[in-house]
């Protein structure tokens, strides 16, 4: 179950009835019951230059959505970091990483063409590979 209170999403763990405040956890902290699945960014939603089309997947620090640039109509994968800036190590080696990324040049690594902040969330605009 979840709880929208303004812009955040909440959620209720349904085994112990913990209140989880962040919108991308997996588990309960009490209980260590599974939590559903739940990032709140709907079709449309522009993040910086970029329009949200679907939600792709999540992982450790975060959500990804298909996007496209709102002008240059190219689509990118758009990986977005749930825990900045309340977590400046976390938040560091993000930024870090945008850095190491963007000089990367290799045909088995994606190209990262923007990072960028927006609502308290860091974002990076990477090249999407279908499949």
Not at 31 to 41: A, I, S, W
Not at 69 to 82: F, G
């Amino acid at each position: 179950m979840a709880i929208q209170y303004s812009k955040q999403i909440i959620h209720v763990c349904p085994q112990c009835g913990n209140t989880v405040g962040r919108e991308s956890a997996k588990f309960c902290r009490i209980c260590g019951h599974k939590l559903p699945v739940l990032y709140g960014l709907p079709q449309g939603t522009r993040i910086g230059n970029y329009v949200v089309e679907r939600f792709l997947g999540s992982g450790g620090i975060g959500a990804v959505y298909l996007s496209h640039h709102r002008l240059l109509k190219q689509s990118v994968a758009l990986k977005i970091h749930d825990y900045f800036p309340s977590d400046k190590y976390v938040s560091w080696a993000f930024l870090r990483s945008s850095n190491y990324l963007s000089q990367l040049d290799h045909p088995n690594i994606v190209h990262l063409y923007d990072y960028g902040l927006q609502d308290e969330k860091a974002y990076q605009a990477i090249e999407y590979i279908n499949g």
